[in-house]
């Protein structure tokens, strides 16, 4: 059974940084694709960036494109999002996800097959 474990939320400041961790087990990280989504109270979950397990291809949302980056060590079974030049608005509740063999979409929450827990990130002005 795959299980996703983010860690590494916390508080910042506006422009300042953190960086969060997702710990894979229970199968072969190594051939998966994965990302990170964030929703806050009453909203969807949106994407935010993805990694193809060579990291040979990476995604963003255009909100953050330019300030995180995503990456991952396979050998580690762990995916990262590095979050520099945090604004407010980048306060949520952090998600790494797996995608599904086939999927089509990246951006697509219903794409994601399996959800670690979520790990709140709040930045404050």
């Known amino acids: 059974q795959v299980q996703l474990v983010e860690s590494g939320g916390g508080s910042a400041q506006a422009g300042g940084s953190l960086r969060l961790s997702c710990a894979a087990s229970?199968?072969?990280?190594?051939?998966?694709?994965m990302g990170w989504f964030r929703q806050n109270p009453g909203k969807g979950r949106e994407f935010v960036a993805a990694v193809t397990p060579s990291s040979v291809n990476t995604y963003y949302a255009n909100s953050v494109k330019g300030r995180f980056t995503v990456s991952r060590d396979n050998a580690k079974n762990m995916v990262f999002l590095q979050m520099n030049s945090l604004k407010p608005e980048d306060t949520a509740v952090y998600y790494c996800g797996k995608y599904e063999t086939g999927y089509t979409s990246v951006v697509v929450p219903g794409n994601v097959d399996s959800w670690g827990q979520g790990t709140q990130v709040i930045v404050s002005s």
């Open positions: 229970g199968g072969t990280s190594s051939t998966w694709t």
